[in-house]
């Protein structure tokens, strides 16, 4: 039953995972699992898989027989053909997947060059379109397996170049670019505003170009990063770029949209004990989320924890978006009880209408960019997993437009322009209590 649910956990996993197949060298330590997924990768008909391995050495416990070298070995599995291979499996228990007609058999170690040499290295063409996973699989109960494995996994454009990208993610280098190009531009812009209405410059829109500066720079790291796995396998060090700009781009988003949802420096030039919490709990956990981004994107599925860093990551991402939902929460009701009292329904009513139109696009914002884009990712055919990323580069920049628009600096904000006439229907609305979230 456990190898089961392993191998059933592992296939799941293979679903959900998707991974950039650039050239891997990876090292297996005395290993027990029965399914060890490598890669996942989108193929064209013109697709090459090629492994070597070394260094290997198999051991087994005591009670159990020497295994036999036909019972390790690599192979794909299609997406279509996953299905099969789970009704082999649950049909019976001691079914070896290497024993199935469903997958594409690579090799076994019954190949491996004879001790002490233990090396196998060879090529595959992959003539049969289709996105694949690459499994390591021990059909030998009680055996534990060492080895070296080096993975290169790549198409072969018209003019016999490498693309070491999946076929749905070849069109990234492109993507990244435009968008860089319209954050450097958005932030351009928002200099200029600034420039023009300096006394309505307050700190928050500092911090708010700081964030436009930062995700541009992300987006570079990210095309340069995307374009160089594509052309040599291998990121060059603009992964480290990469991932250290995420990390200041999404520490300063979680914080601006916290100070924005509190009214900090556009309505009051300070934060209370219950506001500094939620940034002292985002932004620890931000950290945390990002270590757990870096070590699913850098070391990927083959590592025994891989699953709970993505459970890791989920669950602090979960717990976050939540957390900045408060400031804003107390903000409106904050606005709302001083409205009963300080006689300036009409600002108030405007103030209220405010927050409760970010509040709105906050939510709809990460609602968008956890689940659609999820739903999009999943559901979208091989050959179409850019689009998913399309669909949250273009939902994260009209957030952006949307927030910089109602909190922009001008001298006469339209949400606080009103006629003296304005304010008794304010003061009826204020009245209301369906004026609530």
Known sequence: MAKTAAILLLFLLSILSSTTAEIKTLTIKSDARPMILFEKFGFTH????????SSVSVSSSANAPNPSPSRLGFFLLSEESLLQVLLEIQQNPH?????????????????????????????????????????????????????????????????DSKDYLSAGQTQLPSLYTIFSVLYLAFLGYWVFVCYT???????????????????????????????????TGTPHGWDVLFYIFQFIRVILLFTVIVLIGTGWSFLKP??????????????????????????????????????????????VDIICCCAIIFPIVWSIRSLRETSKTDGKAARNLAKLTLFRQFY??????????????????????????????????????????????????????????????????????????????
Not at 207 to 230: P, Q, R, S, T
Not at 375 to 398: G, M, P
Request: glycine content about 2%; overall charge negative.
């Open 46 to 53: 013109t697709g090459h898989v090629t492994i070597s391995v």
């Open 95 to 159: 079914f070896c997947v290497l024993d199935s007609h469903y997958i594409q058999h690579l090799f076994t170690f019954s190949d491996l060059s004879p001790p002490p040499l233990s090396r196998f290295n060879r090529s595959y063409p992959v003539s049969s379109p289709n996105e694949y996973s690459l499994f390591f699989s021990n059909c030998a109960p009680e055996t534990r397996v060492s080895m070296g494995v080096r993975t290169e996994i790549y198409n072969l454009d018209r003019d």
């Open 197 to 231: 209405n300096k006394r309505s410059v307050h700190r928050i829109h500092l911090l708010m170009a700081g964030l436009l500066l930062f995700k541009a720079l992300n987006l570079i790291c990210a095309a340069e990063d995307k374009h160089y796995v594509k052309v």
């Open 270 to 315: 300070f934060l209370q004990e219950r506001e500094k919490k939620v940034l002292m709990i985002v932004i620890p956990l931000q950290v945390l989320a990002n270590i757990a981004s870096v070590v699913i994107g850098e070391t990927g599925p083959f590592i025994k924890d891989w699953a709970t860093w993505n459970q890791v990551f989920l669950l």
């Open 360 to 437: 709105i696009v906050v939510i709809g914002y990460l609602y968008f960019t956890r689940i659609v884009v999820f739903a999009l990712r999943t559901i979208a055919a091989y050959k179409y997993q850019w689009v998913s990323n399309a669909a949250e580069e273009t939902a994260s920049l009209a957030f952006y437009l949307m927030i910089f628009y109602m909190f922009r600096p001008v001298e006469k904000n339209e949400y606080f322009i009103f006629e003296e006439e304005d304010e008794e229907a304010a003061e009826l609305a204020l009245r209301d209590e369906d004026f609530e979230l």
